[in-house]
């Protein structure tokens, strides 16, 4: 019998084919620093901010850091990385976007962790500059 305390991962700890392994991803989405950047990537109004945008909702923490943090992330599955392909890239403009996986997603429902309605009225709150308003935008590569 389960602890009700556990999260549910929906099963063992591989989740099957895709090779997405609920226990670890939790381990790294539950690091608060890494929490407040999954909680910003929920929250944003495309779902898949680039660095600079995680910057400016982050300002205690430096760009470096924060792409420490989604490689983390990407490592265990959590977030994928959305990229402009070069030739139609913008100069002066992010290229790379990072959104949460179908299969993180999946995990945060069956948890109650990261509701989407909640964090994204949380980042409406925020006053963002013009640069920010623009860049958040830019339309977003798709995953395929």
Not at 21 to 40: C, F, G, H
Not at 98 to 105: F, G, K, Q
Not at 126 to 133: A, L, P
Request: charged letters at 30%; glycine letters at 8%.
């Amino acid at each position: 019998m389960k602890p009700k305390s556990m999260p549910t991962t929906g099963g063992g700890v591989d989740d099957g084919a895709s090779g997405f392994e609920p226990w670890a991803a939790l381990q790294k989405s539950t690091d608060r620093t890494r929490a407040n950047v999954i909680a910003d990537i929920v929250g944003h109004p495309k779902g898949a901010p680039s660095v600079r945008e995680l910057d400016y909702m982050n300002p205690g923490l430096a760009a470096d850091a924060i792409r420490r943090h989604l490689s983390i992330l990407q490592d265990v599955g959590v977030v994928e990385a959305l990229v402009v392909e070069p030739g139609e890239r913008i100069r002066g403009y992010p290229y790379k976007f990072y959104r949460l996986t179908s299969d993180a997603r999946e995990l945060f429902d069956r948890n109650d962790l990261f509701p989407e309605d909640a964090w994204q009225r949380q980042y409406a709150r925020v006053q963002r500059t013009g640069e920010i308003k623009e860049l958040e935008s830019m339309p977003r590569p798709d995953a395929d």
